[in-house]
């Protein structure tokens, strides 16, 4: 059976938070998600197994040993996989030994994306950064150095809460994009958010 089969087979309800808990618990299927979310197409037991092994053990596919693999390739075919795909989040061809994601792993974007072990979020460093940028802009501010000392110190203040204010409406803005997947429903969005007509 191929792994891009019909998803009629599995009822593509949304998953309950406990399956969702119980998948997430394993730090295997976690590093799993993530990679077949970064590929977004169907890969190989093997490949996947090499990726995971290689982020287990923090080092290069290429410095791998056989045991590394091996020792993921057994747990992902024989226990995580099959899990994995009982749930409905991915489709494991087990014959052919390809998987690739459903419609349903969408639902695991949050979760995955506060559980990610790989990066700091690029959402976290432009935090940081807008912080130091308004305490210096506050510290020249202070010293009435010129020509920090033409804007009164409300001026100030209401400029760098406009400016987490927006970013941060960007931010949840492009999260919800990444998580739903359509641009187009801003109305959505913004009801998510608690806007109401």
């Known amino acids: 059976m191929s792994a891009q089969r019909v998803f009629a087979d599995k009822e593509a309800e949304s998953l309950s938070k406990d399956d969702i808990y119980s998948m997430l618990s394993n730090r295997r299927r976690r590093l799993a998600l993530n990679y077949l979310r970064e590929t977004a197409e ?3 037991v ?6 995971v092994a290689a982020m287990e053990n923090g080092i290069e596919r290429e410095e791998l040993t056989y045991k590394q693999r091996k020792r993921v390739y057994t747990s992902l075919h024989q226990t995580h996989l099959p899990k994995l795909d009982d749930v409905g989040v991915i489709v494991y061809d087990r014959d052919r030994g390809n998987i690739s994601l459903t419609p349903l792993a969408t639902e695991l974007g949050s979760f995955l994306d506060s559980t990610t072990e790989r990066h700091v979020s690029s959402w976290s460093v432009y935090y940081l950064g807008l912080s130091g940028l308004s305490m210096l802009v506050v510290a020249l501010a202070w010293t009435g150095l010129f020509p920090f000392s033409l804007v009164p110190d409300l001026g100030y203040a209401g400029l760098i809460a406009v400016g987490f204010a927006v970013s ?3 931010h949840v803005y492009t999260e919800y994009i990444a998580v739903e997947g359509d641009e187009s429903s801003l109305s959505t969005l913004l009801a998510a ?3 109401r007509d």
């Not at 093997?46 to 990726?51: C, T």
């Open 193 to 195: 958010v608690g806007w």
């Open 42 to 44: 169907e890969v190989s």
């Open 46 to 51: 093997r490949e996947l197994s090499r990726e």
């Open 168 to 170: 941060a409406a960007l």
